[in-house]
């Protein structure tokens, strides 16, 4: 094998995380990534000079590494970060993914877009001003979105003489808020200044009373194999394949994604909702048959047995089966402008591969993400609130809860006259 083929292997070998940024308005989320960008050496020479050169035309003092993220012209204009913007990098050890988002609480939304695939999420707190409202949010956020690492970012610590009363004071109480959260299970500090560099990529010699590892040391290393689910099978079915030509002429493979779990040849499988078993003949992708299919690769099963199988079917094993039902509880954050959610409104829920009618029967209460009181006795649901609410469907959902599945826990909810997507939903029961 040649260098460049066994290069390209053992990039594609290495390990992925996504990890999702957010903090309030000028807390310098874009600054870190761009940071992060361009100490770990992962921008091109033409990107750096097309940042130097627009720094110097707004005349900035420093090169404004936030510009090689907020991309639309908008948030070049207004120093802010609007849309989802997600980037790409790789050092030796890991592959990333990055969802920058919004700091505004309009864009409350856009954060659960960007947080909904994320295994970590970095919120950053402006030293100086501490813990405020839009901590709290986004950390509630990630909660809910079952975001198990947590790395709380203290920036800015060059305008408060990197003081380590000021991070421990802010670090002591945010410990105190998250201790009401449910599923955040690691939970990291660390102080730096984005701005010059301090703990983003290397060590800062400015906080020699940090006994802890840089930022990116711990994004390479941060261990995520267990956030999946390896012990649930499940297998929402998109397409049945049926080529039409001689050499695959008896073929008949169901394509879709492994939502979670582990499927092998020689399985016993059962398809749900009709409850026929069957065993698993064998399993394929691009490159050919493979001995064991998990999340989230997507493959072709073809089972032993003709058994009449169709998209929004699911395959599972008999004696670990999803919930089966049409009356759920569940978590929605509202992402309409234009349309509130209403008692007895009804709607087109996408579940996995299945879509169905869905009538909201109630609202139980919404969330204050300031307090995380509960508020109940409300009306309807406006742009980015969060809530509980129950709903029917018109056919069954084969489903697990959000805590135990993300894949099979989590729905939209659809216009559908207008095919908007409304909401996104995790259930809860």
Same mark, same amino acid.
């Given at each position: ?51 130097? *050169? ?17 991309? %639309? ?81 203290? *920036? ?21 808020? #998250?201790?009401? %959260?449910? *599923? ?20 800062? @010699? ?12 711990? =994004?390479?290393?941060?261990?995520? #194999?267990?956030?999946? *689910?390896?012990? @649930? ?24 994604? !492994? ?7 020689? @399985? $016993? !499988?059962? !398809? ?26 997507? !493959? ?12 929004? @079917? ?8 999803? %919930?089966?039902?049409? $009356? ?29 009618? #869905? ?8 969330? $204050? ?13 406006? %742009? ?12 069954? =959902? ?24 409304? #909401? ?6």
């Amino acid at each position: 094998m040649s260098k460049a083929n066994t290069h390209e292997k053992g990039y594609l070998d290495m390990g992925l995380l996504r990890f999702t940024t957010a903090g309030s308005v000028d807390d310098g989320k874009s600054t870190l990534i761009g940071r992060l960008l361009y100490d770990s050496k992962a921008i091109f020479e033409d990107q750096l000079e097309a940042i130097e *050169n627009t720094s110097k035309q707004r005349g900035d003092e420093e090169v404004n590494l936030a510009l090689l993220t907020d991309g %639309l012209r908008a948030e070049r204009e207004q120093g802010i970060t609007i849309d989802v913007a997600y980037r790409y990098f790789a050092t030796p050890k890991r592959k990333f993914i990055i969802a920058d988002t919004p700091g505004h609480v309009q864009y409350t939304r856009n954060m659960v877009t960007g947080a909904s695939t994320a295994n970590l999420a970095i919120i950053l707190i402006d030293a100086r001003k501490g813990v405020i409202e839009q901590t709290r949010r986004h950390a509630f956020i990630a909660d809910l979105l079952r975001i198990q690492h947590i790395v709380l970012c203290v *920036n800015k610590m060059d305008l408060v003489d990197y003081s380590e009363a000021t991070y421990h004071a802010i670090i002591d109480e945010f410990r105190g808020f #998250a201790s009401r %959260l449910r *599923n955040i299970v690691d939970m990291t500090f660390i102080p730096i200044s984005a701005l010059h560099g301090d703990n983003v990529v290397d060590k800062s @010699d400015k906080m020699p009373w940090y006994g802890g590892a840089s930022l990116l040391y711990h =994004l390479e290393n941060v261990y995520v #194999a267990t956030d999946d *689910n390896h012990v @649930d099978p499940r297998f929402p079915v998109q397409w049945v394949i049926r080529p039409h030509s001689n050499e695959w002429h008896d073929f008949r493979g169901y394509s879709g994604r !492994v939502a979670s779990g582990v499927f092998k040849p020689g @399985d $016993d !499988v059962v !398809v749900c909702p009709s409850g026929f078993t069957t065993k698993i003949k064998g399993i394929h992708t691009m490159d050919g048959e493979v001995k064991e299919a998990f999340s989230p690769m997507s !493959v072709a099963i073809t089972l032993e047995d003709e058994i009449d199988i169709s998209r929004g @079917d699911m395959l599972a094993k008999p004696n670990n089966q999803p %919930l089966v039902g049409q $009356d759920i509880e569940a978590m929605i954050c509202w992402f309409s402008e234009a349309k509130q959610l209403q008692p007895r409104g009804k709607y087109i829920l996408r579940h996995t591969s299945n879509e169905t009618k #869905a009538i909201v029967q109630d609202i139980r209460y919404k969330v $204050d993400i300031e307090t995380l009181h509960k508020v109940e006795g409300v009306s309807s649901f406006s %742009l980015n609130e969060i809530g509980r609410v129950s709903i029917r469907t018109a056919a069954p =959902l084969l489903y697990d809860t959000y805590r135990k599945n993300r894949t099979t826990g989590s729905f939209i909810l659809i216009d559908p006259f207008t095919n908007e997507t409304l #909401a996104a939903g995790m259930i809860r029961s």
